[in-house]
């Protein structure tokens, strides 16, 4: 049997799920003649699949029998399974079912499980975590230290932010603790506009359900807002733009792989771990957060757009 599959599995938020791109470009280049998977949510596969180029399957749709739900995969889940010679993991560790469950459909497959979570007192960022895990794959390694490298220049993907697009602004994150107060963002939103540019500012679903409805509508009163109804449609929002500011958050990831100038702004998480990757970032840690500036702010958008120039 010909097997041509590099499988990756991924279950996490957006911000991780990013943070995984440069191990999938790196197996996409190391094995150019195979095709590079994404196992993960329907959403988050398309993205992936508009940046990276690769292809995806819906984890929710068939692959149930790996993580013990059912006895078995759906027909294509079995063979794209059986035609993998490798298969990488965020969704198990070696010592649990789904590590025997898939090995026993495909018993010649290389699989390796990757924890996205480095332990307590790890001094690198995530990204040198998981090289340190992929130690018995050297070649795979290699080449994601190189991709790596690519990101730090130029980014991934081949749309690219316009000089003369908007500043977009996203003012949320999957943690309170990680947000900027909304107040500030508008502010913010309100100085840029003042200094005769472009705003946009993004809300999803998260920040539907856990804004008030005062913070929605001074966002609102402040610029423009969009609500992308699918990952594919944040990127697009995003690169139409010519910066981007936000919290922790997988948008801000998303913006700075991209290679979109972008400001991170940074609370109780350690950017030395979490840093966005991406050639324009500019990082800045409150703590606590709620006690940054909006000048503060609003001097790194211009640093940052300096830099693209």
């Not at 329907?42 to 690769?54: D, E, I, T, Y």
């Not at 010649?108 to 307590?120: E, F, I, N, Q, Y």
């Not at 606590?288 to 757009?305: A, F, K, N």
Request: charged share 20%.
């Amino acid at each position: 049997m010909m097997r041509r599959n590099v499988l990756i599995f991924h279950a996490a938020a957006l911000g991780d799920f990013i943070l995984s791109w440069p191990l999938a470009a790196a197996l996409g280049r190391l094995h150019p003649q195979s095709r590079i998977i994404y196992v993960t949510h329907r959403s988050k596969g398309a993205l992936a699949a508009s940046v990276l180029r690769l292809e995806s399957s819906d984890a929710e749709s068939g692959w149930g029998a790996l993580y013990g739900i059912g006895e078995e995969l759906s027909p294509q889940a079995h063979k794209m399974l059986t035609e993998s010679h490798s298969v990488y993991t965020f969704v198990a560790s070696h010592d649990d079912g789904w590590f025997a469950r898939c090995l026993a459909v495909n018993p010649d497959a290389s699989v390796t499980g990757l924890a996205t979570r480095p332990p307590s007192g790890f001094g690198g960022h995530v990204t040198d975590y998981l090289l340190e895990q992929m130690g018995h794959v050297p070649a795979a390694r290699a080449a994601m230290q190189q991709i790596l490298l690519s990101i730090a220049a130029k980014g991934l993907g081949t749309r690219r932010a316009t000089d003369d697009g908007p500043v977009v602004i996203h003012p949320g994150s999957g943690s309170r603790q990680k947000c900027w107060p909304a107040e500030r963002f508008a502010l913010l939103a309100e100085k840029i506009g003042a200094s005769g540019r472009q705003v946009r500012v993004l809300l999803g679903e998260v920040e539907a359900e856990r804004f008030s409805d005062a913070d929605i509508r001074r966002l609102e009163s402040a610029a423009p807002v969009a609500r992308p109804a699918t990952y594919v449609n944040l990127l697009n929002e995003i690169i139409a733009g010519s910066c981007f500011i936000g919290n922790d958050s997988g948008p801000t990831h998303l913006a700075a792989i991209v290679g979109v100038p972008t400001v991170a702004l940074f609370g109780p998480t350690d950017p030395a771990i979490w840093r966005p990757l991406g050639p324009r970032v500019v990082v800045e840690r409150g703590e606590p957060l709620s006690e940054m500036g909006v000048e503060r702010v609003w001097e790194l958008s211009q640093i940052v757009g300096a830099a693209r120039s």
